[in-house]
């Protein structure tokens, strides 16, 4: 029984023949018990009924023509007196009242009554019916019905429900087939979708058709197929991205190191090299660091420590921080922060998004052009706006730009310095604080990045 299949057939028929072996067994002794019930009422109906033409007409001729009508196949009558001396029966053997432990003559019933009920083991059953017609003429009427008719009526009650449960059995097995259809065919599907999962094969197409829980459990499994073939496609972009991200700046270090160790060199030549290996180093730590920091919250084990401090204070320093990098590009940095408030964030993991921001800003924007940095509280919430006049984002972009190593303007990404990694960074400290991020940007005419914490 390892098939779901066979063990829902298994424990169908379990509960279905338990439930029709009850319900026959009720319906069978009930239907018996009341059809012998009928059988009784009848015969005291029928003894009663001669009793009482005997009473208003005793005589010979009546007793006779009771006799005569009893001369049936199932039914049989004695008709005795107070001693009882049989007065008239019908083809009844007498010798069989001793098989049925019946005494004529000790009779003492009083009305209608059955003697003999046992149908089962007994050729007949019996009743009395006691009659009057002066104190000292009375005696019985005793009536037979033959129990054969009884037990054949049971046994072609058996049969019918012998027929029945035969039935219920083609039945089961009809609907053991449409529940192996509609059922286990689909989780026949599944089971083999997450086998070719387990192997490293997404290409797993399922129909989601139903509306019930296997339809849902079909499109869970789609939507797992789809996402792991979608992660499969980033790891690999990934990898690569990483793998051409450090092989420039290292091909430089090697190459510039390379020619710096030629001894025919001016000093002016020793210090551009020098100047482009320091570049090309300091661009792979910062790769590193984003790297890092990436990995770190993948794996939930970087904590975000929040607590209360001056919102002024704080975007000064950052902007004391930075501003030399703009002053060097003949960019301006301006900075409002807008009226004097705490701010209940991480510190350091805030100073981390917008010097991100920024950095962002300034290697996207360019020469003479003027970054703004803007601070605000709306209630509770600080809101904090980076916008740029640079080279903008395109409006089928926007919503990739938070992607591991995703760069707009991948041609030219190392004019600008980007390596793809920044704004993730930044979307996941922000998440981290609870707060959302939006984007809004037009080709050419600069980026606005909003934070709301």
Do not use: C
């Given at each position: 029984m390892n098939k779901i299949s066979t063990k829902l057939a298994t424990y169908f028929f379990i509960v279905v023949l338990i439930m029709d072996f009850f319900l026959m067994f009720y319906l069978h002794r009930n239907?018996?018990?009341?059809?012998?019930?009928?059988?009784?009422?009848?015969?005291?109906?029928?003894?009663?009924?001669?009793?009482?033409?005997?009473?208003?007409?005793?005589?010979?001729?009546?007793?006779?023509?009771?006799?005569?009508?009893e001369k049936d196949a199932n039914r049989e009558v004695i008709i005795t007196n107070q001693q009882g001396a049989v007065l008239g029966k019908s083809d009844?053997?007498?010798?069989?009242?001793?098989?049925?432990?019946?005494?004529?003559?000790?009779?003492?019933?009083?009305?209608?009554?059955?003697?003999?009920?046992?149908?089962?083991?007994s050729p007949y059953i019996v009743?009395?019916?006691?009659?009057?017609?002066?104190?000292?003429?009375?005696?019985?009427?005793?009536?037979?019905?033959?129990?054969?008719?009884?037990?054949?009526?049971?046994?072609?009650?058996?049969?019918?429900?012998?027929?029945?449960?035969?039935?219920?059995f083609i039945v089961l097995f009809i609907v053991y087939a449409v529940l192996s259809k509609v059922i286990t065919r689909p989780l026949i599907h599944m089971k083999?979708?997450?086998?070719?999962?387990?192997?490293?094969?997404?290409?797993?197409?399922?129909?989601?058709?139903?509306?019930?829980?296997?339809?849902?459990?079909?499109g869970s499994i789609q939507k797992l197929a789809n996402d792991l073939e979608r992660l499969k496609l980033e790891r690999n972009e990934f990898l690569a991205s990483i793998?051409?991200?450090?092989?420039?700046?290292?091909?430089?270090?090697?190459?510039?190191?390379?020619?710096m160790s030629r001894g025919n060199l001016t000093e002016q030549e020793r210090q551009?090299?020098?100047?482009?290996?320091?570049?090309?180093?300091?661009?792979?730590?910062?790769?590193?660091?984003?790297?890092?920091?990436?990995?770190?919250?993948?794996?939930?084990?970087?904590?975000?420590?929040?607590?209360?401090?001056?919102?002024?204070?704080?975007?000064?320093?950052?902007?004391?921080?930075?501003?030399?990098s703009f002053a060097m590009k003949n960019m301006k940095l301006t900075l409002h922060c807008e009226g004097e408030y705490q701010l209940f964030a991480d510190a350091l993991r805030l100073e981390q998004i917008v010097i991100n921001l920024l950095d962002n800003a300034l290697n996207y924007s360019d020469?003479?052009?003027?970054?703004?940095?803007?601070v605000s509280q709306n209630e509770e919430k600080t809101i904090i706006s980076v916008m740029d006049s640079g080279i903008g984002i395109p409006a089928n972009e926007i919503d990739f730009i938070f992607e591991k190593l995703y760069r707009v303007e991948k041609s030219r990404s190392r004019a600008f310095g980007g390596s793809g990694i920044g704004?993730?960074?930044?979307?996941?400290?922000?998440?981290?604080?609870?707060?959302?991020?939006e984007v809004k940007s037009k080709r050419g005419k600069g980026s606005t990045f909003t934070i709301t914490i």
């Open positions: 239907i018996i018990n009341s059809k012998v019930d009928e059988e009784f009422e009848t015969l005291l109906a029928n003894g009663a009924n001669h009793r009482d033409v005997l009473m208003e007409h005793y005589s010979d001729t009546t007793i006779k023509h009771i006799v005569l009508m009844i053997n007498v010798a069989l009242l001793e098989q049925l432990n019946l005494r004529l003559t000790d009779l003492q019933v009083e009305k209608d009554k059955i003697l003999v009920s046992n149908w089962r083991d009743s009395a019916h006691p009659y009057v017609i002066t104190p000292k003429q009375s005696g019985y009427v005793i009536m037979f019905f033959s129990t054969s008719a009884i037990n054949g009526m049971v046994a072609d009650l058996t049969m019918h429900f012998a027929i029945a449960g035969v039935t219920s083999e979708a997450t086998e070719k999962l387990s192997e490293g094969n997404f290409q797993v197409r399922l129909s989601v058709n139903s509306k019930d829980e296997l339809g849902e459990l079909a793998s051409h991200e450090l092989s420039t700046p290292l091909t430089y270090l090697i190459g510039y190191s390379k020619v551009q090299y020098l100047e482009i290996i320091v570049e090309e180093s300091n661009r792979m730590k910062e790769l590193m660091k984003n790297l890092l920091d990436l990995a770190r919250m993948d794996e939930n084990s970087f904590t975000v420590k929040k607590a209360f401090f001056a919102a002024r204070p704080f975007f000064d320093g950052i902007y004391k921080l930075v501003e030399p020469e003479q052009s003027e970054v703004i940095l803007h704004l993730s960074v930044v979307k996941e400290l922000v998440e981290a604080h609870g707060g959302t991020i």
